[in-house]
């Protein structure tokens, strides 16, 4: 008896490390998963204050990036609403999420103007710029593609319409396609919130 009571112990005691030694499955996400890929998501960027501003100023949130432009007529103006919406539906974990939309337009997006322009959709939302070699390399970074489009006298700019979210060590871990909904964006960043998956 003493035995059998000894073997069933033994198989217990390998069961418990085979769970425990077992990884956590990756979360599913509505958006792209771009944990561990190749991109460089620190900066140095101003603020409408004046301020310098790098990425380890957000270290301990989660962090949201958009790259955009004040005159653009409807995809910018979109994805910041999405935005509003998206802290909406976080609740109380609304504060953990710093939203920034970073200017691929330095000629016309002034400091003033790019703060007037966040607080038009939230006070939160910090909008900063860099001049345009800065710029180019920060989009790099972020694989992001951006180029200036004639328009009459004037002209408009083509970019990428995805919104970036960086975990609270300053990882980029997802793209958020300007098709998704704000529930599912919201669903994904509470997801990435409270996943046990490590990199």
Do not use: W
């Amino acid at each position: 008896m003493k035995r059998r009571l000894f073997l069933l112990a033994g198989t217990a005691g390998v069961l418990t490390l085979a769970a425990c030694g077992e990884p956590e499955p990756k979360p599913h996400y509505n958006g792209i998963d771009l944990t561990g890929g190749d991109y460089k998501p620190d900066f140095k960027l101003s603020g409408p204050d004046g301020r310098v501003y790098t990425l380890a100023d957000f270290k301990g949130k989660y962090v949201m990036v958009f790259f955009g432009f004040t005159q653009c007529p409807d995809v910018c103006p979109t994805a910041l609403s999405r935005a509003v919406e998206i802290r909406n539906k976080l609740g109380p974990d609304a504060d953990q999420l710093q939203v920034i939309f970073i200017s691929i337009d330095p000629e016309r997006d002034t400091a003033a103007l790019l703060g007037e322009y966040m607080r038009a959709f939230d006070p939160s939302f910090l909008g900063l710029r860099t001049d345009e070699k800065n710029t180019a390399q920060t989009a790099f970074n972020y694989k992001v593609f951006y180029r200036r489009v004639p328009s009459g006298s004037s002209y408009t700019m083509d970019h990428t319409a995805i919104s970036y979210v960086l975990d609270k060590q300053g990882r980029m871990r997802l793209g958020l396609k300007h098709l998704l909904t704000a529930d599912e964006c919201a669903q994904d960043i509470k997801t990435l919130m409270t996943a046990k998956y490590t990199l």
